[in-house]
């Protein structure tokens, strides 16, 4: 079976150096093939994105490029639906057969994972892949708690040898840094630098990104 493919969604407004850490992460620890990032077009758990999609796409491709195994998957921008998790994963199950596929997502995400639209059939398609700050015991409700007893592991080998069915806890110290955060900082005046990535901030900068209302 040939090497998984990682899956990072967000609304990436904009995409940061604690997005770009974490596929970096978990590429390195489960031997990745690559790490697709999917920007969001209507989020079903957050508010609407203060960016419009051509920008927060064009900020997503700029990240990709300068980071080796990176690739970006507009298909969520391509909607006009919410971009409920479950349907992006079957039609890329529908697309590449039995690969072995690992959605990547925050731990505070996996805490509330069954508020999410038809969470009991994310595990058909995929394994989840949970960003975990080393050390920390996190506290799961009994729905959370019950899936992951049933399907937790830390043997990346299971990750690689079936298409879907596991959860890997991601050893991966977390940066403290938010979309919300540098957003702040931009309508402030203040510099984000070394928050993301340079070529980032100059599109941030060239297109007036986030100093007054939606663009």
Do not use: K
């Given at each position: 079976?040939?090497?998984p493919?990682?899956?990072?969604?967000?609304?990436?407004d904009?995409?940061?150096?604690g997005?770009l850490?974490?596929?970096?992460?978990a590429?390195?620890?489960?031997?990745?093939?690559?790490?697709r990032l999917?920007?969001?077009?209507?989020?079903?758990?957050?508010?609407?994105?203060?960016?419009a999609?051509?920008h927060?796409?064009?900020?997503a491709?700029?990240?990709?490029?300068?980071t080796?195994?990176?690739?970006?998957?507009?298909r969520?921008?391509?909607?006009?639906?919410?971009?409920?998790?479950?349907?992006?994963?079957?039609?890329?199950?529908?697309?590449?057969?039995?690969?072995?596929?690992?959605?990547?997502?925050?731990?505070?995400?996996f805490?509330?994972?069954?508020?999410?639209?038809?969470?009991?059939?994310?595990?058909?398609?995929?394994?989840?892949?949970?960003?975990?700050?080393?050390?920390?015991?996190?506290?799961?409700?009994?729905?959370v708690?019950?899936?992951?007893?049933?399907?937790?592991?830390?043997d990346?080998?299971?990750?690689?040898?079936?298409?879907?069915g596991?959860?890997f806890?991601?050893d991966?110290?977390?940066?403290?840094?938010?979309s919300?955060?540098?957003?702040?900082?931009i309508?402030?005046?203040?510099?984000?630098?070394?928050?993301?990535p340079?070529?980032?901030?100059?599109?941030?900068?060239?297109?007036?990104?986030?100093?007054?209302?939606?663009?």
């Amino acid at each position: 079976m040939t090497s998984p493919i990682g899956l990072l969604g967000g609304t990436f407004d904009p995409i940061h150096a604690g997005h770009l850490r974490t596929a970096i992460q978990a590429q390195e620890q489960l031997g990745l093939s690559e790490v697709r990032l999917l920007p969001n077009h209507i989020p079903p758990h957050r508010a609407t994105p203060d960016s419009a999609p051509r920008h927060r796409l064009a900020m997503a491709r700029l990240a990709a490029a300068a980071t080796p195994g990176l690739t970006v998957d507009e298909r969520e921008l391509n909607r006009t639906t919410p971009s409920y998790t479950i349907d992006t994963l079957m039609e890329l199950r529908r697309e590449l057969g039995r690969r072995p596929l690992c959605f990547i997502m925050g731990m505070d995400s996996f805490c509330s994972l069954d508020r999410w639209h038809r969470w009991q059939e994310l595990l058909d398609q995929a394994h989840l892949v949970v960003s975990h700050r080393p050390g920390w015991q996190p506290e799961f409700n009994d729905a959370v708690n019950e899936l992951f007893q049933r399907h937790g592991t830390r043997d990346r080998e299971r990750i690689h040898r079936a298409p879907a069915g596991h959860i890997f806890l991601l050893d991966n110290p977390e940066l403290d840094v938010s979309s919300t955060q540098i957003r702040d900082c931009i309508r402030n005046g203040n510099n984000p630098q070394y928050l993301l990535p340079d070529a980032v901030t100059d599109y941030i900068r060239q297109q007036g990104l986030y100093t007054g209302s939606v663009v």
